[in-house]
């Protein structure tokens, strides 16, 4: 049974870690440091993400990303390849949830431009780095939401059908379409670097703030939630686990994959729709103005 103590020594490693600042991010930053990876915790909020750096300790670096405005994102990726020769692991974990309807700065609906679009940008402006570091991993982080998503191109503002649930599920199904179409693409192109993805089961942190914790805590309770440090070993397998391969999806092994110890998990069969996931990714470089380049190009 895969446990914390099966994550290996990231010594000499540079991991980027995406809302690191508390929650299932921050347990999984405070992991890869305390085996001596070198943390950046891309956070929203610069003055949280010191506080997180402080306690996390080892060696750790805070950047500004915000998800939500792509201007943001350009400087942050920029900050990073400017200072880091090597990204060994990119680690997509923020995300944000909204009972009502919202807007990136950019006029995206908020939930799928931050949990998706803004991961997507981010990952494409730092592969670069990633692909001249070998064995370097990308682990996008969804959600068993996902088994309830579905992707209409046509439809991406949700303008008149805008429901949180489905627009949350959406955005976690398309992060599965992502992940798995960029292991396609960097296997096709021969790359070092691998995709991967997790989910943490069921978690209780302040993603859901806004919603009714008396009926998700106190009628669920211990029966399908766990603690950030537990939803984050996912995320560590998948990042860390020596005999982990591009594609493969991590989530929790116990009923309904909401407890337990990590080990791969089946995505629902839209998340492996290959049509879709191009269509997804072609529609997400014309949204975000982020290309792939050349050599990541479908075949």
Same mark, same amino acid.
């Given at each position: 049974?895969?446990?914390?103590?099966?994550?290996?020594?990231?010594?000499?490693?540079?991991?980027?870690?995406?809302?690191?600042?508390?929650?299932?991010?921050?347990?999984?930053?405070?992991?890869?440091?305390?085996?001596?990876?070198?943390?950046?915790?891309?956070?929203?909020?610069?003055?949280?993400?010191?506080?997180?750096?402080?306690?996390?300790?080892?060696?750790?670096?805070?950047?500004?990303?915000?998800?939500?405005?792509?201007?943001?994102?350009?400087?942050?990726?920029?900050?990073?390849?400017?200072?880091?020769?090597?990204?060994?692991?990119?680690?997509?974990?923020?995300?944000?949830?909204?009972?009502?309807?919202?807007?990136?700065?950019?006029?995206?609906?908020?939930?799928?431009?931050?949990?998706?679009?803004?991961?997507?940008?981010?990952?494409?402006?730092?592969?670069?780095?990633?692909?001249?570091?070998?064995?370097?991993?990308?682990?996008?982080?969804?959600?068993?939401?996902?088994?309830?998503?579905?992707?209409?191109?046509?439809?991406?503002?949700?303008?008149?059908?805008?429901?949180?649930?489905?627009?949350?599920?959406?955005?976690?199904?398309?992060?599965?379409?992502?992940?798995?179409?960029?292991?396609? %693409?960097? *296997?096709? &192109?021969?790359?070092?670097? @691998?995709?991967?993805? $997790?989910?943490? !089961? =069921?978690?209780?942190? #302040?993603?859901?703030?806004?919603?009714?914790?008396?009926?998700?805590?106190?009628?669920?309770?211990?029966?399908?939630?766990?603690?950030?440090? %537990?939803? *984050?070993? &996912?995320?560590?397998?998948? @990042?860390?686990?020596? $005999?982990?391969? !591009? =594609?493969?999806?991590? #989530?929790?092994?116990?009923?309904?994959?909401?407890?337990?110890?990590?080990?791969?998990?089946?995505?629902?069969?839209?998340?492996?729709?290959?049509?879709? *996931?191009?269509?997804?990714?072609?529609?997400?470089?014309?949204?975000?103005?982020?290309?792939?380049?050349?050599?990541?190009?479908?075949?």
């Amino acid at each position: 049974m895969w446990s914390i103590d099966d994550v290996p020594s990231q010594a000499g490693r540079v991991a980027v870690v995406t809302g690191a600042s508390a929650g299932i991010g921050f347990a999984t930053a405070k992991a890869l440091a305390e085996r001596g990876c070198h943390v950046v915790l891309a956070v929203r909020d610069p003055a949280r993400g010191a506080d997180a750096a402080a306690r996390i300790g080892g060696s750790t670096a805070v950047t500004r990303l915000d998800l939500a405005a792509l201007d943001s994102i350009r400087s942050a990726a920029t900050r990073l390849i400017g200072e880091y020769p090597r990204i060994d692991l990119l680690i997509n974990n923020a995300g944000t949830w909204s009972a009502t309807r919202a807007e990136t700065r950019d006029g995206f609906e908020l939930q799928f431009g931050v949990n998706h679009l803004g991961h997507f940008a981010f990952t494409g402006l730092i592969l670069g780095t990633m692909l001249a570091t070998p064995a370097s991993r990308i682990v996008t982080v969804s959600s068993v939401s996902h088994r309830g998503g579905a992707v209409d191109l046509s439809d991406l503002p949700m303008l008149e059908t805008y429901r949180h649930t489905a627009a949350y599920a959406r955005s976690k199904l398309a992060n599965l379409l992502f992940a798995f179409e960029l292991q396609r %693409r960097l *296997a096709a &192109a021969g790359a070092v670097t @691998a995709s991967l993805a $997790a989910h943490p !089961g =069921g978690v209780w942190t #302040g993603l859901f703030r806004g919603a009714n914790p008396a009926l998700l805590v106190n009628t669920l309770g211990r029966l399908v939630t766990q603690s950030p440090e %537990r939803g *984050a070993l &996912a995320t560590l397998r998948a @990042a860390t686990d020596p $005999a982990a391969t !591009g =594609g493969q999806y991590y #989530g929790p092994g116990g009923m309904g994959e909401l407890r337990g110890a990590p080990k791969p998990v089946r995505a629902i069969a839209k998340a492996h729709d290959e049509a879709l *996931a191009r269509e997804l990714w072609a529609e997400s470089e014309r949204l975000t103005g982020v290309e792939y380049g050349p050599t990541l190009r479908p075949a």
